[in-house]
């Protein structure tokens, strides 16, 4: 998160917590402010995509998979599986 002014975290189920841990070890220190994010939410555009994470998942994949800006050969197995697991189709 170096340099980062807000840091954006999924808040639903491990996520909340996660929420919680970071505003507590921030407080008062001169970092980014936390933002729980809830992405069962309706997408701005319901007719493309029906959940928030829907859009955020296809917006950051394409991008990141296009400009080649993500490395996930230090991740363990686990994580990489969550990180390319979902899907869409047409």
């Known amino acids: ?9 999924d ?6 917590g ?3 841990m970071l505003e507590e070890a921030l407080a008062g220190k001169d970092g980014p402010v936390i933002h729980a994010v809830n992405v069962g939410t309706v997408a ?3 007719e493309r995509f029906p959940k928030l ?10 991008e990141l998979s ?5 490395d996930l ?15 869409y189709k047409l």
């Open 66 to 70: 296009c400009d080649g800006a993500w």
């Open 73 to 87: 050969s230090s991740l363990d197995d686990g994580t990489v599986a969550q990180l390319i697991a979902p899907r």
């Open 18 to 20: 996660l929420c919680g």
């Open 53 to 62: 994470r829907d859009a955020l998942w296809f917006e950051l994949g394409r």
């Open 44 to 46: 701005p555009n319901p």
């Open 1 to 9: 998160m170096p340099g980062a002014t807000w840091v954006k975290v």
């Open 11 to 16: 808040a639903i189920g491990v996520g909340w």
